[in-house]
C-alpha cells in the first residue's frame, strides 16, 4: 500500500531552534509539495520540486524556511529559527508527474508547536 | 488570482441523508478539480479527481460534477453514515500556473448524526 511519509508526526520545540522535516514520496513519485495548514489561512503552498529540482518556493518566507530534496526518496523542510507564528501543520503531498492527471497523494502531516 | 470557496463551512445531518457540498472557484480556467477528505489530526485523502472536460465523476457512494462555465462543483454523497463525519476541501489547479499548484478551499466540516 504505497503511501506517502512524513516525520516527525509531532514537534513541539522552543522559539529560536532549528526544526526539520522530513517527507517520503510515493516511490515513482517525481513532484514533491509542501504545504502548511492553519486555522487562519486554511492550506497554503510552501514550495515544490520536479525531478529533485525547485520550481516555485514563492510561498515560503526565504529569510528562515528552505526546502531540498537530497534524493529522489527524500525531502525536507527546514527553519531556522522557528518562531510562535510558524506553529501549523506541514503537509507534504506527491505526484507521478503525468499519471492520473497529476493526482496528488497526501501524507499525514507534522504537527509543529512553537513554543 | 484563483479564489476557492466553500459553503457552508460546517454542515451536520442526520444519518441516512444525502449530503450536498459546494465549491466555488472564480477562474474557469482549470486543469481539473480535486476533492479530499480530512479526518481531525490526519492527513488529506483524495476522494475524487474530475478532469475540467468532464462534467461527472463517480466513486461509490460519491459523485461529483463540474460546470466550469459557473465556476462551481458539487459533492454528493449518498444515504450519509457517522463514517462520513470529517472536513471535505475541494482543490483546483491553474492551466496557467507551472507545475499543478493546488490552489484549496476553506473546507466543509461535516457531522452525521446516528
Known amino acids: 500500500d504505497a503511501r506517502v511519509t512524513q516525520t516527525p508526526r509531532h514537534k513541539v520545540t522552543e522559539m529560536g531552534q532549528e526544526v526539520t522535516m522530513r517527507c517520503q514520496p510515493i516511490?515513482?513519485?517525481?513532484?514533491v509539495f509542501w504545504y502548511r495548514q492553519t486555522m487562519m489561512q486554511g492550506l497554503e503552498l510552501l514550495a515544490y520540486?520536479?525531478?529533485?529540482?525547485?520550481?516555485?518556493d514563492s510561498g515560503m518566507p526565504k529569510d528562515r524556511f528552505s526546502a531540498e530534496m537530497p534524493d529522489a526518496t527524500l525531502a525536507t523542510l527546514k527553519i531556522q529559527p522557528s518562531e510562535p507564528r510558524d506553529s501549523a501543520v506541514y503537509f507534504c503531498?506527491?505526484?507521478?508527474?503525468?499519471?492520473?492527471?497529476?493526482?496528488?497523494?497526501f501524507g499525514p502531516g507534522t504537527r509543529l508547536t512553537v513554543l | 488570482k484563483q479564489e476557492v470557496t466553500q459553503i457552508p463551512a460546517a454542515l451536520s445531518v442526520p444519518e441516512g441523508e444525502n449530503l450536498v457540498l459546494n465549491c466555488s472557484f472564480t477562474?474557469?480556467?482549470?486543469?481539473?478539480l480535486q476533492w479530499f477528505r480530512q479526518d481531525p489530526g490526519k492527513g488529506l485523502t483524495s476522494l475524487l479527481l474530475?478532469?475540467?472536460?468532464?462534467r461527472e465523476q463517480t466513486s461509490g457512494r460519491l459523485n461529483a460534477s463540474l460546470d466550469k462555465s459557473s465556476g462551481r462543483s458539487t459533492l454528493y454523497i449518498a444515504a450519509s453514515q457517522p463514517g462520513d463525519s470529517a472536513t471535505y476541501l475541494c482543490?483546483?489547479?491553474?492551466?496557467?500556473?507551472?507545475?499543478?499548484?493546488?490552489?484549496f478551499g476553506g473546507g466543509t466540516r461535516v457531522l452525521v448524526k446516528p
Open positions: 503531498a506527491s505526484v507521478k508527474w503525468g499519471f492520473r492527471y497529476n493526482e496528488q497523494f
Open positions: 516511490l515513482g513519485h517525481n513532484t
Open positions: 520540486f520536479r525531478n529533485r529540482a525547485p520550481l516555485d
Open positions: 477562474d474557469s480556467a482549470i486543469y481539473n
Open positions: 474530475i478532469q475540467s472536460s468532464q
Open positions: 482543490a483546483v489547479p491553474m492551466i496557467k500556473a507551472a507545475g499543478n499548484k493546488l490552489t
